[in-house]
């Protein structure tokens, strides 16, 4: 009997694994498919005018805001989430060509690489060294509604050091956030779709805020 109900476990053990991995695998599906579609959006890009960039701007920000706030928006994740891809892709376009053209593409390449391998630490710490991050959320999403608030007062204020400081906090904020989300993903509790948008927001907020500072420390 013991041996039988060993051997169950075993099974199950082995059925929850395979499921796991399948899960994980589907994550990064997500993921490389939302940069696919970020990537459409950047090449687009190009194209837009500068008089749409600002109602672009706002657009975005409401889509952000009312994910964040109301309830029954969050029901047209799919939906929301390859508007929010696209917009934001249309809107980096003239950001990542000013850094270019700023710091020249080495620097540029360099600081996207250094990004790269911030995002990656930070989700080696959530997933192999934390063992349970569930407490960070509530105090990353505080953060992220007052980094959001503080970015809408810098609109108004024209002042170096305190465009830098946001972009610091921001920096911090995603790096939290990409370690709080693979210590979701090692304890379970995650949709594949919902986790690759997450990661593929993540990292590309901690390559325009590492592409930020480099572009400010420059000048």
């Not at 060294?129 to 992220?144: E, Q, R, T």
Request: overall charge positive; glycine content about 8%.
């Amino acid at each position: 009997m013991s041996q039988t109900y060993n051997n169950a476990q075993h099974v199950n053990r082995k059925h929850q694994e395979k499921g796991q991995s399948h899960a994980y695998g589907k994550v990064w599906l997500y993921f490389m498919y939302y940069w696919i579609i970020f990537g459409i959006g950047c090449y687009f890009g190009q194209y837009l005018p500068m008089e749409w960039r600002r109602p672009l701007s706002i657009a975005l920000l409401v889509l952000i805001l009312a994910t964040l706030f109301i309830q029954r928006a969050r029901k047209y994740g799919l939906i929301i989430s390859h508007i929010y891809a696209i917009l934001v892709g249309l809107l980096s376009y003239a950001t990542f060509t000013t850094y270019m053209q700023n710091l020249g593409p080495e620097v540029f390449y360099k600081n996207v690489l250094l990004a790269i391998g911030a995002f990656i630490v930070f989700g080696i710490l959530g997933y192999f060294i934390i063992n349970d991050a569930s407490s960070m959320g509530k105090y990353l999403f505080v953060a992220l509604i007052a980094l959001i608030i503080a970015g809408l007062i810098g609109i108004f204020i024209n002042n170096p050091i305190y465009h830098t400081v946001i972009t610091v906090v921001g920096l911090i904020l995603f790096l939290l956030y990409t370690l709080y989300d693979f210590n979701r993903m090692k304890r379970g509790n995650f949709s594949p779709r919902e986790m690759g948008f997450n990661l593929f927001i993540n990292l590309l907020n901690i390559i325009k805020d590492v592409l930020r500072l480099a572009n400010r420390f420059k000048n």
